[in-house]
């Protein structure tokens, strides 16, 4: 029995956003957000704003998977710029060709064979580009497959009733009509809104996405919608499926915390409460349960739900996008949107504060978060610690429940009752030379257990209960008296109750049969 890396097939969701730049790395960091959080499998961006785009920047952007599968048009100066990645483990790109304001690629799919064309677009702003640019996709029309999807920021409107004033083009709408018919594409019809940028005054539909039949009949479920448009002003596209998520729901240990007000008074006032409990392993075990609960409430009060505050702020920011579609925003309701942005921005540096945490880099400072080795150590702990799929003979299984039952199964087969030792170890023959260690049984000292907390790293956590190792740091003078009991109490070998604070599952998982 072993583990692998299979999937049973691909998944094609695709992002597409206009971002306007990259250089932020709060900005990034909502862009990777998002990419986690619609569970992307292409990604396209424009405005980035970059110059130089490598593997690395890729993979801080939108993560490890699309590092080694991407196509960019560089940005000319702080001007424009466009990014297309895929997902290396359900599509790879066999074919790339940049244009002035368009890239197109070829992806195959990793299961399966399909295999189709995609073009990116960021249309320019001046009219005698707009008519270079449309030629520009005429001119690639011919070198693509008959599957054919065609998104991005046109920069352009197709009718009057994409935009909200009668400030109209109409000889540009009109070539870019001419354009549709001619490349006989179909327009992914819009769910639930009518723009996708904004300025609080205007509001315009120049993000859009264009396929052919072929395309339109190989995906025939596909929808597209646009979200919340967070920190830019524009609406990212998004088209969709679905998928569960999982989520850690125990105890975790803020590094950030004891930098706060009121935490070591929290601490302080949980941990001198009585507790009638004589045995010193269930005293501490009792003393840490009750200051992990008194610590999340008190965050909860004086931070909130970070994630939930996300949300609703991206909620929020959704309901001003929708609702200046139909009426003027007051300058009132304009102000709280901007603010809204700017608290995104802050509250997303504080989730890139927490995943850094769950890195366990600890050699990395909080202003170097971003950094790409912090993302691409953060995605090899994830991957590493899940599980997709184990072999059991012949059978893969996928879901939890059957993996729980052969994982059951295989070690119930093997775990029995030891059979009785028929010999042992003659230590007098071996003749080992004997050395004085009574020093190694002498009592725990307090200066003793002070240097070995002083040497675990601040944020790593020493134990399956959530601390870290700057909660015994910062509140060693709270906490002593009852360290110091249970050291002395387990050097006196006493060991009821001791399960309580030194418990753990290891499970040992085979990755090759022959292991």
């Known amino acids: 029995m072993y583990s692998c890396l299979i999937m049973l097939e691909y998944v094609c969701n695709i992002l597409n956003w206009n971002v306007r730049g990259l250089n932020n790395p709060a900005r990034r960091k909502v862009v990777r957000d998002l990419v986690t959080e619609t569970k992307a499998t292409i990604v396209t961006l424009q405005e980035t704003k970059l110059e130089i ?32 990645a895929v997902d290396n483990e359900h599509y790879r790109i066999s074919r790339k060709e940049v244009g002035v304001h368009t890239v197109t690629a070829t992806v195959q799919a990793i299961f399966g064979g399909e295999e189709w064309s995609i073009t990116v677009v960021y249309g320019p702003q001046e009219d005698q580009e707009k008519l270079q640019f449309l030629g520009e996709l005429t001119w690639i029309s011919h070198d693509v497959l008959e599957k054919w999807l065609i998104i991005g920021d046109f920069n352009m409107i197709l009718q009057a009733r994409d935009k909200s004033n009668d400030n109209l083009n109409r000889r540009l709408m009109g070539a870019f009509r001419d354009l549709v018919q001619d490349l006989q594409v179909k327009e992914l019809n819009l769910c639930g809104r009518k723009f996708t940028w904004s300025n609080d005054r205007t509001h315009t539909r120049i993000d859009r996405a264009f396929c052919t039949s072929e395309w339109d009949l190989m995906k025939p479920n596909v929808f597209l919608q ?100 139909f009426r003027q925003l007051s300058d009132q309701e304009i102000a709280l949107k901007r603010d809204l942005k700017v608290r ?172």
């Open 53 to 84: 785009v490598d593997a690395p920047i890729i993979t801080e952007v939108l993560g490890q998977r699309f590092g080694d599968n991407f196509v960019i048009l560089p940005a000319a100066g702080t001007r424009g710029g466009i990014i297309m």
């Open 226 to 325: 646009a979200l919340s448009s967070r920190v830019s002003d524009h609406c990212p596209l998004f088209i969709a499926a679905h998928e569960s998520v999982r989520k850690f729901r125990g105890f975790k240990f803020e590094a950030f915390w004891p930098r706060l007000p009121g935490y070591h008074e929290v601490v302080a006032q949980t941990w001198n409460k009585p507790v009638h409990i004589y045995n010193p392993y269930l005293r501490l075990h009792t003393k840490l349960q009750r200051t992990s609960k008194a610590l999340k409430q008190w965050a909860r009060s004086l931070i909130g739900n970070n994630k939930v505050l996300l949300c609703a702020a991206k909620m929020l920011i959704g309901i001003f996008d929708v609702v200046q579609e």
């Open 344 to 515: 995104f921005l802050a509250m997303t540096a504080v989730e890139k504060l927490r995943a850094k945490q769950q890195s366990r880099l600890t050699y990395i400072k909080a202003s170097e978060a971003s950094s790409k080795l912090f993302y691409l150590q953060a995605n090899r702990r994830r991957r590493k610690n899940f599980i997709q799929s184990i072999n059991d003979g012949t059978i893969t299984h996928f879901s939890h429940p059957d993996k729980m039952e052969a994982v059951h199964k295989h070690f119930s087969q093997h775990f029995g009752h030891p059979s009785p030792r028929t010999s042992t170890l003659n230590w007098d023959v071996l003749q080992l030379p004997s050395k004085d260690l009574s020093h190694l049984e002498d009592a725990f000292t307090e200066e003793e257990v002070v240097a070995v907390i002083s040497d675990i790293a601040a944020d790593k956590a020493p134990g399956p209960n959530g601390y870290i190792g700057v909660f015994f740091k910062r509140s060693w003078q709270v906490i002593k008296d009852d360290i110091m009991g249970v050291l002395n109490y387990f050097h006196q070998q006493h060991s009821q109750h001791l399960i309580q604070l030194n418990k753990a599952h290891m499970v040992l998982l085979p990755k090759r049969e022959d292991a």
